[in-house]
């Protein structure tokens, strides 16, 4: 009930941000990629459309192909207990996952050409696919039995972080984003540490929150100035 109501209030919220749009003709879209996302397998793309400097409407796509195998040293550098995996008794396989996550964000700047930090709010939604083998113990020793299932999982995030220009239509932008699921933990064999578009977890206990640190490169596609 929680995660619907607070769906409903950031649609309510977006579209008062969109509407803008009939009365406000200083607007910008960018897109871009995530380039920490890439050694954990994951290809994250962002799309941003601005109605005025100061807020704008974010939207961020992408997908991770088998996390199992990634490098992922960002997460392991940022999470001081990381583990391979929670579920001690759980080898995975195969991970994949894809996400959508939707939201907005407030910009501290008067107008496009400034250096500026912010801070976002979204929605997230996450696919995910999991392979691997679950181990029992049945006291005489460890009997492992094959598993497989998909899970859908949704959530909030919270984000701040620096946006800086470098060339006229080439940006940059630095942050931190903490994001909550909604859903049980238990849902999941093993990715405690790791879920697409939510972030990294050292050990996920019940309420636990994710972290994901990230660095975009943006580029203009479009600025109506009138």
């Known amino acids: ?33 995530d380039l920490f996302q ?13 109605t005025n400097p100061k807020l704008s409407i974010n939207s961020n796509i992408g997908f991770t ?26 080898n995975k396989e195969i991970e994949n996952g894809a996400f959508v996550n939707l939201g907005v964000q407030y910009n501290f700047r008067n107008n496009y050409e400034k250096n500026h930090f912010y801070i976002g709010l979204y929605q997230t939604n996450s696919y995910i696919h999991e392979i691997g083998q679950q181990g029992n113990d049945t006291g005489s020793g460890i ?7 998909w899970k859908y999982l949704i959530g909030i995030a919270s984000n701040v972080g620096y946006h800086f220009r470098t060339k006229k239509r080439l940006q ?23 879920i697409p ?30």
């Open 143 to 149: 009997v492992y039995e094959n598993v497989e299932h």
């Open 38 to 50: 890439l050694p954990a397998t994951t290809l994250s793309f962002k799309y941003q459309f601005a």
């Open 197 to 226: 578009g939510l972030g990294f977890n050292a050990y996920n206990e019940g309420n636990s929150i994710y972290h994901l640190i990230y660095f975009n490169i943006h580029y203009l596609l479009k600025k109506e100035q009138k």
């Open 65 to 90: 192909v088998n996390y199992a195998n990634s490098a992922d040293l960002i997460g392991y550098w940022t999470s001081l207990n990381f583990t391979d995996d929670a579920n001690a008794l759980y």
């Open 1 to 33: 009930m929680k995660h619907k109501l607070f769906i409903i209030l950031l649609l309510i919220f977006a579209d008062k941000l969109y509407a803008q749009n009939h009365e406000n003709t200083n607007k910008q879209q960018l897109v871009g990629i």
């Open 172 to 194: 940059l932008d630095f942050g931190i984003q903490f994001s909550k699921r909604f859903n049980d933990n238990g849902q999941l064999y093993g990715h405690e540490n790791y």
